[in-house]
């Protein structure tokens, strides 16, 4: 073991931070690039060197989802220099940056801790860092989109809340490691997990919760929209497979993701505006994972390999859709 | 039920009064200091919890409900409304018929969830009988009616804390969850609606925009 229990994951939430601090003195679209490099390089060691449960929980399948979030976060801010050299941007430059490393941390801080409380604290952080970063071009839509980002979000993850009260008060803790290895069996953790999918698939996606994932997608900036759905959207879901792990809801999980996939497909069809598109089709793959985690086995193999290569491909659609956007000055 | 417990269950149900008076207002200052009442109930609640059982966590979230929700929520919120705009309402606001509407979609929502899930829970001893959960039940479905039912900003975020002081509500009569996490949830929440007052800034009405439909 090369770093002791918690140097490691502490050190990927400061990385982040110490870039968002070069604004005062330095270039922070650089430190924020180097500081992508770095969190890649410790996210890969995270995986040879894991640290024992405690404060944090570092297992195989969160590894790969910080692994996911380093990697579109590093991609994401080398790209905004290219996109903001070529678009009006509202906030300032060193605001974008800050907000960018923030959200990241925020996500990342959800993977890594070990409370079920905290990974609320987390997911709703990721509103607040995210929900400015929507209108960095500032216009009407972008404003109310930006608005029913934060409104349906925040509204939908406080439902979420009721879940964790139920799962405190059915089990007198929220350590995410004590709960998924233990066997409480009561009818209010039935409802937590499943008031949980509805809480928190607000984030990721589930219908019919989904109603700002469209909209906040296509008004935000390429780069953002690429860690929206990417990486954001899949952090929810790993909360979501979480709670699942305390009580499998086998049944209500499949087919609620299901219906999801059909309304998404559905409303794909009358989609004019290419953002829109990979929204809803990123809606589709969250809940296609979703099902692979309900499965559970190989499902949740594939539920990883498709979240992996989703974040990298989806996010590589957003950043063409902006040069497409610079192009033909359309979105449709 | 004892004296104490009488007096818990009034306060309570306090509590979902004044989510109704919110409601029931179209003044955009009343709604503010709608939540800012709302939220003194709560720590109340809190403070007489706390030392009935003699729980410093119950008084210290009470001290932060305070100062959290009802100074800088309030400040933060009446900050964003222009002076000459103090008796700002929301037009086109048919409060009769919106109250209504309200009333049986909380009556149904409640009672059903009430009676199909809750009414088993077993509270601790100071709070005893169970039906008192329906207050943060009420209040947290009055949250989210008032958020689909209004168009302006201010409203909405009144809504959204409203939903937040439910789940505190919830919180105080079940099990309070640790201190700790408590006060991260009240930062972010008071984050969140500092964020909010920005967008209120641009936009202080919301209704539907062609761009985004579908």
Redesign the interface.
Known sequence: MIFNNTALPILILLVPAVASITFKWGNIKLATAISGIIEIFLSLLLYIDKPAQGVFFIDNISVLFIFMVTSIYFISSLYSIKYFSQHDIYISDDLYYLLLNLFTISMLFTLEIN?F??M??GI??T??SS??LI?TE?N??S??????Y??IV??GV??A??S???I??VT?T?TMSTLINSSFKSK?LV?AVAISLMGFGTKSGVFPVHTWL??AH??APSPVSAMFSGVLLPVALYVIYRIYEVYPLKTVYVWIATLSIVMAAI?LI??D?YK?MFAYSTMENMNIALIGFALGGPGIVGALILLLSHSFSKAGAFYSSGNILRLTKSKK | MNMIQSIIFLIASMVAISGFYIQGIEFIIANIRGQSIQSILIAVLSFIMGFLERSLDLIILGIMVVILRVILINYFLERTIPKKRKFSVEKYLSVPYLLIVDLIFIVLSVILIYKF?FSS?VLRESIAPSNILVFPLIT?FQ??FL?ASRKS?HT??I??VE??NA?IL??IF??P??LI?EA??FL??L??VV??S??VL??SE?NP?E??I?
């Open positions: 409370n409380g905290l609320w604290v709703e952080s509103t607040i929900a400015l209108i500032r009407e839509t404003l109310e989109a930006a608005w029913r934060i409104i925040s509204a406080t439902f809340f009721i964790i009260i139920l405190y008060y007198g929220l209010f409802l469209p909209d296509s008004e409303f009358y989609q505006k829109r | 899930v829970m947290f949250g989210m958020i900003t909405q975020i809504g959204y939903e937040e789940m919830f919180g079940l099990l969850i640790p996490i991260s949830i972010d929440v984050a969140l964020i909010s920005i967008i641009e936009k919301h925009v761009d985004l579908g």
